[in-house]
């Protein structure tokens, strides 16, 4: 039982497992779940006294029965990384990026049906306080969501993974070592450095997110720069790493192409079979980011684990100018082939 005592003398009462501040009538409790009680009269009924200690009773008899039953229960309850349990599997998934700082639209994207989403740190109009509104969001069904991250800074990574992301997209990587710190940074030691804080994510995760984390998030490194390329073996070797995506529009400026994501330039082509063929060779899971349906059908045709099949705004744009060329009886507006 708590007590809290108000400016006047007051007092609010409250049990802090199970009601919130109630005070000495049912009458009372219906209007204001917070109601004053006088510290000279401060008494509970003994029907409510009894509720409790009847209620306290149950669950403490109902957590000996099933830590008595079950010794492994805290790893039992752990939530899978449903992604990535596909993408070691061999099997395929579909995704979307969210760049928008908006709570519902993160929500609805999730009820659509996606595998994961990816709540974008690095390009996106959104932030930290952003991301704390959109995990929970997208955590009201099974999509897993994933956070790219702004860079390869152990401390944010280590935060949103506090947060209650399952996995973390790191753009820039240029070779092993780089990779070798973005997945310390997600993983408990020994395995790593990460520091112990899962304020959220072990709500998120369950009891067993502790002793299971290290196996269920997943570490992507993304490959979009010269020196990733050159580097592309010792990247997509290195222990520990979930996954590598490529960053098409990078890539591209990388390769002295125009920044399109979408393209069938030659060079653009090579690099990213070249990119497939070795994660391929080495039993690593591959995804890619397109800007819509026809290249996202082309890419898990080619084989790739996980494409991300667009992006919140770009969803939002392209029905509304379809919708609105239709009603007009015009020619839909073309927008940059950007990915965004």
Same mark, same amino acid.
């Given at each position: 039982m708590l007590a809290r005592t108000c400016a006047n003398g007051s007092i609010l009462t409250r049990d802090v497992a199970f009601s919130p501040w109630i005070g000495s009538s049912a009458a009372g409790r219906d209007k204001d779940p917070f109601v004053e009680l006088p510290f000279d009269s401060l008494t509970i009924s003994r029907r409510v006294c009894e509720d409790l #200690?009847?209620?306290? =009773?149950?669950?403490?008899r109902r957590l000996g029965e099933r830590a008595a039953g079950d010794l492994n229960y805290e790893s039992t309850r752990v939530r899978k990384n449903t992604a990535l349990e596909k993408w070691r599997n061999g099997e395929q998934t579909i995704g979307a990026w969210l760049s928008l700082a908006n709570t519902h639209t993160a929500e609805m994207m999730a009820h659509a049906g996606f595998d994961w989403l990816c709540v974008d740190l690095q390009h996106g109009?959104?932030?930290y306080r952003d991301l704390? #509104?959109?995990?929970? =969001?997208?955590?009201?069904?099974?999509?897993?969501?994933l956070v790219r991250v702004s860079g390869n800074d152990p401390a944010e990574i280590m935060k949103v993974l506090d947060a209650g992301a399952y996995g973390v997209i790191v753009p820039l990587i240029n070779n092993r070592a780089e990779a070798l710190a973005a997945i310390s940074a997600c993983r408990y030691?020994?395995?790593?450095a990460r520091s112990f804080g899962p304020i959220r994510a072990a709500v998120y995760g369950g009891r067993g997110y502790a002793r299971e984390a290290n196996q269920q998030i997943a570490c992507i490194a993304m490959i979009e720069t010269r020196e990733g390329l050159d580097n592309l073996e010792q990247i997509v070797t290195t222990p520990g790493l979930g996954g590598i995506y490529v960053g098409p529009s990078d890539l591209a400026l990388a390769l002295g192409l125009p920044p399109r994501g979408d393209t069938d330039d030659p060079a653009h082509l090579e690099a990213v079979e070249k990119i497939l063929t070795t994660c391929k060779t080495h039993g690593v899971p591959v995804g890619i980011h397109t800007g819509g349906l026809e290249y996202a059908q082309r890419r898990l045709n080619a084989g790739f684990n996980f494409v991300t099949l667009g992006v919140d705004i770009a969803f939002?744009?392209?029905?509304?100018?379809?919708?609105?060329?239709?009603?007009?009886?015009?020619?839909?507006k073309q927008r940059p082939n950007t990915g965004y």
């Open positions: #200690h009847g209620a306290s =009773a149950a669950v403490s109009l959104l932030d704390l #509104h959109m995990l929970p =969001a997208i955590s009201t069904t099974d999509t897993v969501p030691p020994p395995d790593g939002l744009m392209k029905a509304a100018a379809s919708d609105l060329a239709a009603a007009r009886g015009t020619q839909e």
